[in-house]
């Protein structure tokens, strides 16, 4: 996000977590990061893919982000380096029927949280959907987030949905009215739906 206005009514709606891409292939880049208050109660994410680790704890400590979403081919080494710099990560892999879990495994000491995307052509951002059932092959203990196309009308999937590590979901291009640009009432009527 990105436009102070839809930024705070986003924020009239107290999401757990807002994203700040700051990845300059994407749509959604964050040239001047907007200048607004955000409550403590929702956490800032950056997101980053393929960046050094000094540019990513350069904008961590210049943003003071809550956490940094990596959607590249970061390895678990780099996690693990990223995060003695006091960085809370969130580490993107894309599904599709041939994934294999195990290889997050590498992954858990250096990550806190984990978000299961659709393997698609780009990093992150391709707005379809993949088979959630096949998340009841991750076994790992590390909590994860759900991404990949997820619209309004998904609402009653999410509410079956059952997962010991499942903590939440990640919505994006399904809500927004433009790259960047959230349906801040689309988004209201969903969270309604949600309860």
């Known amino acids: 996000m990105r436009d102070k206005e839809n930024i705070s009514g986003l924020l009239a709606l107290k999401p757990d ?3 700040f891409i700051f990845y300059d292939k994407s749509k959604r880049f964050v040239a001047d990061f907007p200048q607004i208050e955000i409550p403590s109660a929702t956490k800032k994410v950056g997101v980053f893919v393929n960046q050094t680790i000094e540019e990513i704890a350069e ?26 710099k006091n960085i809370k990560i969130i580490k993107a892999f894309s599904v599709d029927e041939n994934f294999d879990f195990s ?8 990550v806190s949280l984990f978000l299961f995307d659709t393997k698609g052509n780009n990093y992150g951002g391709n707005g379809i959907k993949f088979n959630w059932e096949l998340l009841q092959n991750y076994t790992g203990k590390t909590p994860f987030l759900l991404s990949g196309g997820i619209s309004k009308n998904d609402s009653e999937e999410i509410k079956k949905f059952k997962h010991p590590a499942f903590l939440g979901i990640d919505i994006n291009s399904g809500f927004e009215l433009e790259p960047g640009l959230k349906n801040i ?8 739906l949600l309860v």
Not at 185 to 192: A, C, G, L, P, V
């Open 17 to 19: 977590f807002i994203g």
């Open 59 to 84: 904008k961590a400590n210049n943003h003071t982000l809550d956490f940094v979403q990596l959607h590249g081919n970061e390895t678990p080494e780099f996690c693990e380096k990223l995060a003695t």
């Open 185 to 192: 009432k689309e988004i209201k009527e969903f969270k309604n």
């Open 103 to 110: 290889a997050t495994k590498p992954f858990e000491k250096g």
